[in-house]
């Protein structure tokens, strides 16, 4: 009796496993990268009139130092809470000939419309 309980466990283990991929690959087809605080159409916006002088359309940068979007293991890989606290605060690395400024230099922006820009940026440009 134990023998078989045990039995029935394993075999079905891999499916469990199948399972637990296919929720994880569905959730990121929508690409929002695990971030769901804030909304990518709002931050479509606060992009388009905040960010993409620095970092172009394209999201791969127009000014010296403004790093690539779209490279993989690039800086949309970092936690979450990073890159919303860089964007708020702004950040500088060593080295860089160019700071990112605090909110991209727009003081008026909100919490949530950093929340929004930054759900706009794994929507339009991956997960890093
Ligand atoms: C004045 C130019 C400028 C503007 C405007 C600007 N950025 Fe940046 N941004 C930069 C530069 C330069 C860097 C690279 C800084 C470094 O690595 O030292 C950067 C870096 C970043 C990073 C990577 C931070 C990290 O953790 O490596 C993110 C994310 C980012 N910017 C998002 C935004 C968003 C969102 C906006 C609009 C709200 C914005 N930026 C507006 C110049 C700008």
């Known amino acids: 009796m134990q023998t078989k309980n ?3 466990t394993v075999a079905a283990a891999p ?3 199948a399972a637990a991929m296919l ?5 990121s087809a929508v690409a929002d990268c695990g971030f769901s605080d804030g909304d990518a159409a709002k931050g479509d916006k606060v992009y388009h009139t905040t960010c993409v002088a620095c970092h172009r ?10 790093p690539d ?5 690039g800086v949309l890989s970092e936690p979450h809470s990073a890159l919303t606290m860089h964007i708020k605060n702004g950040f500088h690395s060593p080295g860089k000939p160019l700071a990112m400024p605090p909110k991209g230099g727009n003081p008026n922006l909100t919490d949530q419309d950093i929340k929004d820009v930054h759900a706009y940026l794994h929507h339009r440009f991956g997960c890093g």
């Open 6 to 8: 045990k039995a029935v």
């Open 15 to 17: 499916l469990l496993v």
């Open 57 to 66: 359309e394209n999201g791969r940068g127009a000014v010296p130092g403004a």
């Open 23 to 27: 929720v994880a690959g569905s959730t």
């Open 69 to 73: 979007f779209t490279k993989k293991g």
